[in-house]
């Protein structure tokens, strides 16, 4: 296979300066060609270890375009931008892939965790729930609702987003908690 035709990345990631073919001669932090096959390598390893939660293989093809779509660097996410991206020329295939196909996602969830913490775990770190709202102003989006929102401090049309990051200092994520210390009968603020 071609790595370029796999790869979502090979066709947004420009490789600017094509006559440097030096690594020493490449800005600090340049993403190399040799970088984005190693990428679309370790994309593959990923969807060889969720593939066994589909049973067809049109289901395994189709959770591999979606992938590639939620992780592509595209402006707004939706089922045309998503195919158009992973070269299908209407979202049908990816809108009957989600509505229809069975799998389990607690396996998903699974599969998932034990890849995070077999490549970004840190015994030093810390890892960060964040679930944050943010207004839509239509219904048609996945999760929008009415409710309540911290970002907006009011109940509005909105879906959530739940994000982890990490931290390599637990000590810099631990906040300050203020106790009360107890001392010859007085309470003190700490």
């Not at 959770?63 to 992780?71: D, K, M, Q, T, V």
């Not at 034990?114 to 996945?142: C, E, H, M, N, Q």
Request: hydrophobic content about 35%.
């Amino acid at each position: 296979m071609n790595p370029a035709a796999g790869c979502g990345i090979f066709g947004t990631v420009k490789i600017f300066l094509p006559e440097i073919r030096e690594k020493d001669a490449l800005p600090d932090g340049a993403v190399t060609e040799d970088d984005l096959k190693a990428w679309d390598a370790e994309f593959d390893k990923v969807c060889e270890l969720i593939n066994p939660l589909f049973h067809r293989t049109d289901s395994r093809a189709h959770a591999e375009r979606y992938l590639r779509g939620l992780l592509a660097p595209l402006e707004r996410k939706n089922g045309w931008t998503m195919s158009e991206f992973t070269g299908l020329r209407e979202p049908k295939a990816l809108q009957r892939f989600l509505n229809l196909t069975q799998w389990n996602s607690d396996k998903l969830r699974d599969i998932v965790c034990g890849y995070a913490i077999k490549y970004f775990s840190d015994s030093r770190g810390v890892l960060i729930a964040d679930p944050t709202g943010f207004a839509k102003k239509g219904r048609k989006s996945a999760g929008v609702q009415r409710q309540y929102s911290g970002t907006l401090g009011r109940v509005d049309n909105c879906q959530y987003r739940r994000g982890v990051r990490s931290l390599a200092n637990r000590a810099a994520a631990t906040p300050r908690l203020r106790t009360g210390v107890v001392r010859d009968g007085k309470s003190k603020r700490t």
